[in-house]
């Protein structure tokens, strides 16, 4: 059973810089694109970033240039480095892992974490 846990969320003033970090477990990890998702209040989720086996990375529009995401194939983490936040960053953000090894489209990830808010003040 895969498994995936983010930590790092919180609040953060608007042009701040937070972490976020996943562990996952129960798949063997470098053979699997991992990826970031957002849902902000009464919105749909929405793709963030992703990146896939090969570390080839995929950034939304909204947080390219901000936002950064890592993986750790020996630590099974993948992390996404978010600077320059804004208020419309607010949202809960989840890991996610794809079946296969790459991934640019929210429908590629199948597999999600608990999630964790993140909330920006203006």
């Known amino acids: 059973q895969v498994q995936l846990v983010e930590s790092g969320g919180g609040l953060m003033q608007a042009g701040g810089s937070l972490r976020l970090s996943c562990v996952a477990s129960?798949?063997?990890?470098?053979?699997?694109?991992m990826g970031w998702s957002r849902q902000a209040p009464g919105k749909e989720r929405e793709f963030v970033a992703a990146?896939?086996?090969?570390?080839?990375?995929y950034y939304a529009d909204s947080v390219k240039g901000r936002f950064t995401t890592s993986r750790d194939n020996a630590k099974n983490t993948v992390t996404l480095q978010m600077n320059n936040l804004k208020p419309d960053d607010k949202a809960v953000y989840y890991c996610?892992?794809?079946?296969?090894?790459?991934?640019?489209?929210?429908?590629?990830?199948?597999?999600w974490g608990q999630g964790t808010q993140i909330t920006v003040s203006s």
């Open positions: 990146v896939d086996y090969s570390d080839r990375t």
């Open positions: 129960g798949l063997t990890f470098s053979r699997h694109a």
């Open positions: 996610t892992a794809a079946e296969t090894k790459t991934g640019q489209e929210l429908r590629d990830y199948q597999t």
